[in-house]
């Protein structure tokens, strides 16, 4: 008889080598939301899957200075957490290539399912159903993860940290694309990102700012055992909402 944690491993590898399926989570459940602090600041409503166009941001070249930013190539796993209308997965699958993996994390229904239809024919995505504190990806099996304008949608940013770090490769990196501006009007002040990332035990290997008042930072990701314990993160204040 095949051992449960033998069989879960079976399963994965499916998961990361076959087409795109409907989507469910790729691992266990990790902390729960209840065991962090809630962060100390507004947090957006998600409002739509695309914050503007894809001819527009396509001009800007928005992917393509992230994309760079984060040193993705051929052959890497990325994870896109909070994957939406799939702009970024359908840019990342060709780049990535066939020996390449691309995790589209989502935790609205509606999206994924629009975003099973995009994909579909693209061999090397996998639709990955997370939870709003938790992105339910394999244990160490992501070069890079991408978060892109939604952070500050992000209810329980400290568990969603802590649980991705699980899923890092040693090396791999984090990177956060986002608008300079407060939570409310749908972004998050740089200052305040490196804090939660701090407490978190991410450590910032990089900052570039992007066009249109936007910004990529990108970080290492702590070894599992070298998380924080969650009742040990301390919130960081926003400051920049208070003024």
């Not at 166009?53 to 393509?64: C, L």
């Not at 939570?183 to 305040?192: D, E, W």
């Not at 992007?210 to 910004?215: E, F, I, N, P, S």
Request: proline fraction near 11%.
């Amino acid at each position: 008889m095949i051992r449960t944690s033998a069989l879960r491993l079976a399963l994965l590898s499916v998961a990361l080598t076959g087409p795109a399926l409907a989507a469910e989570p790729l691992a266990p459940a990790g902390a729960p939301a209840s065991a962090f602090p809630k962060p100390d600041r507004p947090v957006a409503e998600i409002v739509a899957p695309r914050w503007s166009s894809e001819a527009e941001r396509d001009k800007a070249g928005e992917f393509a200075e992230v994309a760079k930013g984060m040193g993705i190539a051929p052959g890497e796993t990325v994870a896109d957490v909070g994957a939406g209308s799939g702009y970024y997965v359908v840019r990342l699958s060709p780049l990535v290539g066939p020996g390449g993996r691309v995790l589209a994390e989502d935790v609205t229904p509606d999206y994924l399912a629009a975003l099973e239809k995009r994909v579909r024919g693209l061999g090397n995505v996998t639709l990955v159903r997370g939870e709003p504190h938790d992105p339910r990806l394999p244990p160490e099996s992501v070069d890079a993860a991408i978060l892109v304008h939604m952070y500050h949608e992000i209810t329980q940013p400290f568990g969603l940290l802590y649980n991705l770090a699980s899923a890092m490769r040693p090396g791999g990196r984090v990177g956060i694309a986002d608008a300079d501006d407060i939570p409310s009007r749908h972004g998050t002040p740089p200052a305040l990102l490196r804090c939660e990332l701090s407490a978190a035990g991410y450590r910032e290997t990089g900052f570039q700012p992007l066009k249109g008042g936007a910004y990529l930072a990108v970080f290492a990701a702590p070894a599992p055992d070298a998380r924080p314990k969650p009742d040990s993160i301390r919130p960081c204040r926003d400051s920049a909402t208070a003024r």
